[in-house]
């Protein structure tokens, strides 16, 4: 988790110095994605995990027996292949709820120390973001997009609810980065006040002292720390 926090950290550092150039280029790796897919992380990083397609079956995915089929599926391969691993699930909202309904109600076969049951990623990450406009409503974040010309107002409301995934979690990166400039901003300003032989704060540790200082930094720096580290 560490690794991944840092080099999100690298990937804001390398905005702000890409903005810096004055001849920008079609070939800048701005997005955070591109930024992960052409460097590489970690010699360090254990093995992928091994995927398989299994074979699809023709009736509905939505009853229950067919939910309690594909359980039967995951688990008898997942043993066959690492005898004692306790299968992982995860399922679309729908399917989720009858997954966990038949896991409550046959806790001896289903039950949470046979099998885990989650939603997708795509849930999940979207409960994140909802999360996150929760905590941005009413706080001029909205307006601050329309103003910057990032959005329409009505399209800067939907990102409050992440009425679409892509276009919010590409808007918080944006936000992140913009932050980012500005506290870098902030320092350069905060080391200039120092005299020669005075030992200013490193940048790793000011945001911290800032913090106690201003609550409207605090609130900026957490905010550039949730779409940085998923850190709630």
């Not at 320092?187 to 005299?195: G, I, M, V």
Request: with cysteine.
């Amino acid at each position: 988790m560490m690794c991944h926090v840092y080099f999100n950290f690298r990937w804001l550092e390398h905005v702000r110095n890409e903005l810096e150039v004055d001849d920008l280029s079609q070939d800048m790796m701005l997005p955070l994605a591109a930024f992960h897919a052409n460097h590489h992380i970690s010699d360090n990083l254990p093995p992928l995990d091994t995927g398989t397609l299994l074979p699809l079956f023709q009736e509905h995915a939505k009853s229950a027996a067919m939910i309690r089929h594909s359980m039967d599926v995951v688990r008898d391969a997942v043993h066959f292949l690492n005898p004692g691993q306790i299968p992982v699930v995860a399922f679309d909202q729908p399917l989720y709820t009858l997954a966990k309904q038949i896991q409550w109600n046959c806790p001896n076969t289903y039950g949470e120390n046979h099998l885990v049951i989650m939603v997708g990623g795509l849930h999940i990450e979207m409960a994140a973001l909802k999360s996150i406009g929760d905590w941005l409503e009413d706080s001029g974040w909205t307006t601050a997009l329309v103003q910057s010309n990032v959005a329409s107002a009505g399209t800067a409301d939907s990102f409050l609810k992440a009425a679409h995934a892509s276009r919010t979690r590409h808007t918080h990166q944006v936000t992140a980065a913009a932050l980012y400039i500005l506290m870098d901003t902030v320092y350069k300003d905060y080391l200039a006040t120092f005299d020669q032989g005075t030992d200013p704060l490193a940048f790793d540790i000011w945001p911290a002292q800032r913090e106690l200082e201003s609550h409207q930094f605090q609130y900026s720096s957490h905010l550039c720390k949730i779409t940085r580290e998923g850190n709630f």
